[in-house]
């Protein structure tokens, strides 16, 4: 496969841009007409973000995994789709071609309708980082499932709260998975979320760490004894074809993905087929600059978004081999993502910046004997990355010989937005860079107001929103449409509002400041302040908290929570004990706060609103500039927060 609609130079670049603006419709006409499409599209585009209404492709009709599979068996059948590298470093990879992975997924896509699971069924999956999680998600697509990962680091609580909000009929889990030196109990934990559940009919479980689990009689069934009876031909119901696509309308949902905001409960951000392949495909092949061949390996989880676009979908629609690891970085030591890149040959590495400072945090002896010298492309997702990490990353893993991508975008988003094409576009350390075609960035000010206004170095800097809709925008959120247009579309009229803030320097650069929202992003993972509080206050003896992010070297952001508790207070070390297995039940130990300060009191304005800023400022240690506190309602609790910061 070569890719036509592959920039290759800086120029090009220029023009593809200069084109996807003044003629939208034609630019991606043109990249669409390289997929398969079973029925050609009748419209381009049409959009309102009023409502907001957004379709691409439409009347255009396919399967996103005919895209990613069958196209691909003439050329690439015996081409690696999927390497797997196990969390056991001694356990044997699996390496699964395209023909094997086609396989696989229609005989897992045969079991899904065994089982009942028709198009437009929600089916939530809780799974390990094995090859069957992908089976999972690709099944769930051929037949027009709409597939909701669940990250396996979410509680019982979490995976109950999204099975009621998605009224999920089905669950694809495993007894367990290996993280590290940690073995999570998935099928457990899903056992929990499911009790007064009336909706779930059936539970598919695979065996990874033969954890002992019950199993519910007319409930619970074996993956393998499922995938027995269709490779066998058994009992197979008639008028079912083995690996018949269901047709599915481009703007036909592909998925819900559940997401932080800044209220208390995770949004199911709804994305469809047509528009989300072309994407990811799109920005798979001219971020990376991926060349056919090339084996991609990005260190996601497919629990998260990147793990979606950028394990699954982007690469394997380009044709591409991803790497799929089911481990940590640091296990059983912190040179193990260097193994594995010396180990397959790795070209292109894509991770978050707190891995990146995490292992820098090791030194230069885990890289000793480690050849990179396959690495053609580096990448970094999730967060702002600091210089010195990004020079780490430069000098030590690509030895100053590859291409750093910077490549922003969200959950929303469903790919990339804005970042550099390696090698042909320029990087600058910390700095996006530019706009991918399609994409119309603005800044604006708090009343939406475009920013003109440069400071002294010649930058601007606003909110940053997009003016027009790119083919992977979110549709929905799931059902509940006024939320995402609260959410996304009201704040300033006409525009998508990404939450984040941006500078713009003069070379039209962009530089993601980070959250103007009360979200935080811990180690690349998106946490909203009210959920944590949320969860914080379900303790007996909390009567009120307050979260904010407060800068971590390692994770990025840290949560810092301020919490008033009236309960029995034996030993106040404990007592944070207690809280934190609360947030550990309710959210899962990813939204665990690294500080709790028990305070008398939270700074409130008269009007009984909490004035975040103060105790952002007193988290981040800045105690001494804490602004105008004088429309408090008691001013004297900020010394006594003052004098108790942790
Ligand atoms: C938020 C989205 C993108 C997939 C993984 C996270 C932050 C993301 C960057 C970057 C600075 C970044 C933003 C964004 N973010 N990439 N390259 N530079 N910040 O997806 O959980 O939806 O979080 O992550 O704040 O809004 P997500």
């Not at 002992?212 to 269709?230: H, Y």
């Amino acid at each position: 496969m070569s890719f036509s609609y592959q920039i290759k130079s800086y120029n090009e670049y220029k023009e593809a841009y200069k084109k996807s603006v003044e003629d939208p419709e034609g630019f991606w006409a043109d990249v669409a007409q390289n997929f398969y499409w079973r029925r050609k599209w009748d419209t381009v585009l049409k959009w309102n973000f009023k409502e907001p209404r957004v379709e691409w492709f439409a009347g255009g009709k396919l399967n996103i995994t005919e895209n990613c599979l069958d196209r691909h068996l003439e050329k690439l059948g015996d081409k690696p789709a999927i390497i797997w590298e196990s969390n056991d470093p001694e356990e044997k990879p699996r390496v699964i071609t395209y023909t094997r992975l086609h396989k696989r997924v229609c005989q897992f896509a045969q079991v899904l309708r065994n089982n009942g699971v028709k198009k437009g069924d929600r089916v939530c999956i809780y799974m390990g980082m094995i090859p069957e999680l992908a089976y999972a998600v690709l099944a769930c697509a051929r037949i027009g499932a709409i597939h909701s990962v669940i990250f396996g680091g979410f509680s019982a609580q979490s995976i109950a709260d999204r099975l009621e909000d998605a009224q999920a009929e089905f669950i694809i889990t495993c007894d367990g998975a290996h993280r590290g030196a940690k073995e999570i109990p998935l099928k457990s934990v899903i056992d929990d979320a499911l009790i007064g559940n009336k909706v779930v009919k059936r539970v598919i479980v695979y065996t990874r760490t033969r954890t002992p689990v019950s199993m519910l009689k007319g409930r619970d069934v074996w993956w393998e004894d499922e995938m027995r009876i269709v490779s066998e031909g058994l009992d197979v119901p008639q008028g079912i074809n083995f690996g018949e696509v269901e047709i599915m309308d481009a703007e036909d949902p592909l998925f819900i993905l559940y997401t932080s905001g800044s209220t208390g409960k995770p949004k199911g951000v709804v994305h469809t087929s047509g528009g989300y392949m072309v994407w990811t495909n799109y920005t798979f092949i001219n971020v990376f600059q991926y060349q056919p061949g090339q084996i991609h390996f990005c260190t996601a989880d497919i629990g998260w978004i990147t793990g979606h676009s950028y394990i699954l979908y982007g690469p394997l629609s380009a044709g591409a081999t991803s790497l799929m690891f089911e481990g940590i970085p640091t296990w059983p030591d912190a040179g193990r993502f260097w193994d594995i890149i010396d180990k397959y040959k790795v070209n292109i590495l894509y991770t978050a910046p707190t891995a990146i400072r995490s292992l820098m945090g090791f030194g230069l002896d885990p890289l000793k004997g480690k050849d990179l010298s396959s690495l053609k492309v580096l990448g970094t997702v999730g967060e702002p990355i600091n210089e010195e990490a990004w020079h780490w990353y430069d000098e030590h893993i690509g030895k100053k010989k590859c291409p750093i991508v910077d490549t922003w975008w969200q959950t929303e988003t469903g790919g990339t937005l804005i970042s550099n094409l390696a090698g042909i576009t320029p990087a600058k350390p910390s700095w996006a860079t530019l706009p991918m075609p399609g994409v119309q960035p603005i800044l604006v000010d708090e009343s939406g107001k475009e920013v003109t206004e440069k400071d002294d170095q010649g930058m601007l800097k606003g909110n940053l929103c997009i003016k027009a809709p790119w083919p992977s925008i979110l549709r929905t959120t799931y059902g509940d449409h006024e939320r995402c247009r609260t959410n996304y579309f009201a704040t300033y009229p006409d525009l998508y509002f990404t939450g984040d803030g941006a500078l713009k320097n003069e070379e039209g650069f962009y530089r993601i400041t980070g959250r103007v929202d009360d979200v935080l992003n811990v180690s690349g993972h998106r946490i909203g302040t009210a959920e944590v509080e949320n969860a914080i206050n379900m303790h007996a003896g909390v009567v009120e908290s307050a979260v904010v992010g407060y800068p971590h070297d390692i994770k990025g952001q840290g949560i810092y929570a301020y919490v008033i508790f009236s309960g029995r207070h034996v030993d106040p070390e404990l007592t944070k004990k207690d809280i934190l297995a609360t947030v550990t039940r309710i959210i899962g130990a990813i939204a665990k706060p690294d500080k709790i300060q028990f305070v008398s009191g939270l700074p409130k304005t008269r009007s009984g609103k909490i004035m975040r800023r103060i105790l952002r400022k007193i988290a981040e240690g800045e105690i001494s500039n804490l602004g105008d506190i004088s429309t408090l309602l008691d001013p004297g609790v900020v010394d006594e927060i003052k004098n108790g910061k942790i």
